[in-house]
């Protein structure tokens, strides 16, 4: 059985190369009969007094824009009834004024900004691309980034709430190319056969100088009193927080020239730790940058692959560093296969480094493979480094081996039901999970929190304990019937977890597992949130004193302009009703990842 495999697997590969070889020789030939006419071109220009080599790239733009044209059709991806909110809205232009339209919002609560980013994707949608070399096409995380902002500021005279919405595309420079041409450019990347991977990649790159765009589209952080938008494909843009304006990209004084994580970690000392992975060598960089945003102190932690790592975590004295087998490999594609997979008989591990260690400082601990995108946080507990992540037996950013129908994938990976183990179904199940990493005896103690009743992911605190022992965290909880018919992910309610306190009424039967306390805020039938983050209440002293914000769309009123709201809960009466919603000028679709800036920031 293992020599039939084998050799299965030389021919499967075999013909793989001869398939992508003889793709490549339609390009050659299509690029010599598209390039001859332009060669006229360029000979009646050259006697003229003009800039040559400008000339030429204009010329050679121009025959490779030829080429996409005339063997390449965008092809819009056709979208479900079920996922109308993830479809892209116009900006709305100035701020519009919000106001409360059930409850109140607290006098105490904080003035400042909340912001969320997500995919907002230019041209109607995402595309697919057809071609002698097959079909190519976006995955559900790409599309160009939009902010959406809801300003909360005090009137100075009676002390009544200024509220107002405003949402922007943020301004990459690869979201400036495709507005100029007003039609898609970048032909997708990330997902479909590899002939026509490899020729996007060619071709992006030729044209652009990038492979795919520059998406800044999931996460929004603070540093150094400046804010960012971000996605982890390229750097960070600096963004003006009153006009979301977008100012220019951010390399830390040119010291960091490649992609930066969408989850940087503000340790407690106020340094930024980042990281940033690449399809090449080097694989993995960790960086720590200064309090100040002047400074970088760069590790390359030399990774034997490259490793698709959404999230860092920091401790008051450590880096804490993800390395599960969710890849990125050039070779693969090259025979075949998909440029990112979860490889599930392939290890993962996780790294704890020393502030400003190097590679060879870091203490890996094996742990059971698994994909985890996100954690909730890290802290130290004598000596023992606690992580804490939302922890799935797959990964939800693209199938595994691409020959799949995507939106079948999807819908049975989200049916949670029985054994969440199943190969067949349930296998997007995510946990709250716990690694006890013993830094004296290298041993780990590894243990689900929730159980197998709701999958949770999206995970949150109060961030003045990021690095911290904390006892609570908040995630998002997936609707698991209405994201099997919808093929997406949709958040139908938010859960508080109580860290320090065990349920009494349920355990994993079988497992010695004791499992933590768990609230629920459940939305109404047909309503889901997006977006949700921990606002601290101004002169508090419990951890949990303040209030959950969330983003809510309403599939039941749907594109009509009472669909889209922002709740604010209570997070210490989390069951009760919210406190306050407000109802936004138009529709928000679903997105990723939002903050509070408080207003001192802001202002800053």
Known sequence: MAISSYNALQVNGSLQSRLISHSFNHLKTSLSSTVKPFFKELQQLLPMKVDVSKTMKNTSGKMLDAVVDSLFQFVDIPSLPSQKNFLPVEEIGELVEVTCTLGEIPADFAEGVFIRNGSNPLFGGLKSAVSIFGESHNIWVEGEGMLHALYFKKDDDCGSWIISYKNRYVESETFKIETQRNKPGFLPALAG????????????????????????????????????????????????????????????????????????????????????????????????????????????????????????GVTQNYNVILDHPLTLDVKRLTMGGQIMQYEK???????????????????????????????????????????????????????????????????????????????????????????????????????????????????????????????????????????????????????????????????????????????????????????????????????????????????ETDVTQVSSQVHIIDAQDFEGEAIAKLTLPQRVPYGFHSTFLSMPACQS
């Open 345 to 555: 008989e392939e290890y993962a591990r996780i790294g704890v480094m020393p502030r400003y260690g190097d590679a060879e400082s870091v203490k890996w601990f094996e742990v059971q493979t698994n994909c985890t995108l996100h954690f909730l946080n890290c802290f130290e507990d004598a000596n023992q480094v606690i992580v804490r992540g939302c922890r799935a037996l797959t990964s939800v950013v693209s199938d595994p081996d691409g020959s799949l129908n995507p939106y079948e994938w999807f819908s049975k990976g989200f049916i949670f039901a029985g054994d969440h183990d199943s190969a067949e179904v349930g296998y997007l199940f995510t946990h709250l999970y716990e690694w006890r990493l013993n830094m004296l005896s290298g041993k780990v103690e590894e243990r689900n929190l929730t159980g197998s009743e709701y999958s949770m992911d999206f995970p949150f605190i109060n961030e003045q304990f990021t690095g911290l022992k904390h006892k609570y965290g908040y995630t998002q909880v997936i609707d698991s019937g209405a994201s099997s018919i919808c093929g997406m992910a949709k958040f139908g309610s938010l859960a508080k977890l109580y860290l320090e306190e065990s349920n009494s009424t349920k355990s994993v039967e079988g497992r010695g597992e004791h499992l933590i306390k768990v609230e629920y805020h459940k939305f109404e039938n047909n309503n889901f949130c997006s977006g949700s983050a921990f606002v601290p209440r101004n002169g508090g002293i419990e951890e949990d004193d303040g209030w959950i914000i969330t983003f809510v769309h309403n599939e």
């Open 193 to 312: 056969a590899a002939p026509a991977i490899i020729a996007a990649f060619l071709l992006n790159s030729l044209r652009f100088g990038a492979v795919i765009k520059h998406m800044s589209n999931t996460n929004v952080f603070e540093h150094s009193g400046r804010i960012y938008s971000i996605a982890e494909n390229y750097l960070p843009q600096e963004v003006d927080i009153l006009t979301l304006e977008t100012i220019c990209d951010w390399d830390v004084n040119g010291t960091w020239d490649r992609p930066f994580t969408s989850h940087p970690k503000k340790a407690p000392n106020g340094e930024l730790v980042v990281m940033g992975t690449d399809a090449w060598k080097p694989y993995y960089v960790l960086g720590v940058i200064s309090a100040d945003g002047k400074k970088v102190h760069k590790v390359d932690l030399k990774f034997k692959r490259c490793v698709f790592s959404h999230d860092i």
